[in-house]
């Protein structure tokens, strides 16, 4: 009788079956306003902290880098389309078919198969080549591009960086991390991002980067830009190569805007591997927000997961944190799509005078946590589009807790006040507070399956 009565009171409640519900499980919104919403994940505007600000502007001011915003230009678009090097087993693959298909157009040709004719089919296919391969090189640190480089990209960098582990911070406020490693360094944009969120508990920051011109710029800038200064941070450390021992590992493991920079998969599989088994707690990766920003990483994710590792001592399992919403592929990454999961925040750039207003970052990143992840929260679709917000109704374009990709065009009528109010302040990245109908489906049999024994 109590089941028979249940499911007639959820029959008429249902005013439009099969809609998404607001997920407000918690009654988050009698604590904050429908603005403030617990899914929102980006700030207004990201500014580096003054000090910084202030040290990065002294030491660029002060180079002596001749048309330093024509260098920081070719920079940025230099860096933004930046590719991973080939790989000589795929360079090999592509040889065989260009040689095949060389030999199949010159197959009738009346040319015996002389070494004249294996010459020049082996020079054609090796200016094909040369044509068609991106030619990565390795970048030179000098000062003088080291000064550049902070110029360039030390605000846009902590932007994305704190954007990322933002998403630590808020879904998981328990999280007080003692210790920081930061794989590739560079200018510090991880260390004083870390230190804005989490700057009462860390206590050591390992930052590793090979490029020693890099690391004595970096703490250029925490003394303020002058050799005599104080450090900001303490408990700053440099290194110019990982720690060697397996068995330890720090609570947060970074790196942002460095997997491209080495030569090779395996050299990458190396590092995935080192830095996975040294963490204790999150593993976060940052890279552009271009299609080869995101499969680095989806490479990544798949090395973690799908890769053996024998020297691991720390045997919980890896979970994907952020961005997705489930542990499957990536949807967008699929033969009718290719195309990047990104993200986007806006930030201020640092105070020189070409810099007229605020700018936008685009990155992708991912973050892998050590056990499970059963916060509420972190089965909330991801908003992975531009909110299109229009009279009376709003698109939003969302990733899913199924793994599929998902338009909701959510109205105040259809959905209720609360959810239509929460998906208006919603913007790109945030998670949107909402039940999908076919979870909806599945929470009420749930709840069914525990009436039952009762009725």
Same mark, same amino acid.
């Not at 080192?274 to 990544?300: F, I």
């Not at 499957?328 to 799509?337: A, I, Y």
């Not at 020189?352 to 990143?365: I, V």
């Given at each position: ?70 260098? $920081? ?141 890099? !690391? ?221 109908? !076919? ?11 525990? $009436?039952?024994?009762?009725?």
């Amino acid at each position: 009788m109590t089941l028979t009565i249940g499911r007639q009171l959820r029959a008429l409640s249902s005013v439009a079956p099969k809609v998404c519900q607001l997920d407000n499980k918690s009654d988050f919104l009698t604590n904050v306003p429908h603005r403030k919403h617990p899914g929102i994940m980006h700030s207004k505007v990201v500014c580096l902290p003054q000090k910084a600000q202030d040290a990065a502007r002294i030491l660029v001011q002060g180079s002596s880098v001749r048309e330093l915003k024509q260098r $920081i230009g070719l920079l940025d678009n230099y860096l933004w389309s930046r590719k991973r090097p080939a790989e000589d087993k795929d360079l090999r693959v592509q040889a065989e078919q260009l040689e095949e298909k060389l030999r199949a157009s010159m197959g009738s040709s009346p040319e015996p198969d002389t070494v004249q004719q294996e010459e020049k089919i082996r020079h054609r296919v090796l200016n094909t080549l040369r044509r068609n391969t991106y030619h990565w090189q390795p970048l030179s640190y000098s000062e003088e591009f080291c000064q550049v480089y902070l110029a360039a990209r030390f605000a846009g960098g902590y932007a994305a960086v704190t954007r990322a582990m933002k998403e630590i911070y808020q879904r998981c406020p328990e999280f007080k991390p003692r210790t920081l490693l930061d794989f590739g360094s560079g200018v510090g944009t991880v260390t004083w991002a870390a230190n804005t969120l989490w700057g009462k508990s860390l206590v050591e920051y390992v930052c590793v980067d090979s490029a020693a011109n890099m !690391n004595k710029l970096s703490e250029l800038v925490l003394r303020g830009g002058v050799d005599s200064g104080e450090m900001e941070i303490s408990g700053v450390y440099f290194r110019q190569f990982l720690p060697l021992s397996p068995k330890v590992q720090y609570d947060l493991v970074v790196s942002a805007f460095t997997l491209n920079e080495l030569s090779s998969f395996s050299e990458r599989e190396k590092a995935i591997q080192a830095l996975w088994r040294k963490t204790g707690s999150y593993l976060v990766l940052v890279e552009n927000g271009t299609k080869e920003g995101h499969q680095l990483l989806m490479e990544a994710r798949n090395i973690i997961f799908q890769k053996e590792d024998k020297e691991i001592w720390d045997h919980r399992p890896p979970h994907v944190f952020a961005p997705c919403p489930h542990q499957l592929p990536c949807p967008k990454l699929s033969d009718r799509l290719q195309v990047p999961c990104n993200f986007i925040q806006k930030y201020q750039p640092l105070l020189l005078k070409w810099n007229k207003s605020d700018q936008w970052e685009k990155f992708s990143f991912i973050i892998i946590s050590r056990g499970s992840e059963e916060a509420e929260s972190a089965k909330w679709p991801r908003i992975i589009n531009h909110v299109l917000r229009r009279s009376r109704h709003v698109h939003c374009h969302m990733c899913c807790g199924d793994g599929k990709l998902s338009h909701e065009v959510i109205t105040k009528r259809k959905h209720g006040r609360d959810l239509y109010r929460c998906a208006r302040n919603t913007e790109w990245g945030d998670l949107l507070p909402i039940i999908l109908p !076919n979870e909806a489906s599945e929470k009420e049999e749930a709840e069914e399956e525990d $009436i039952s024994p009762a009725s």
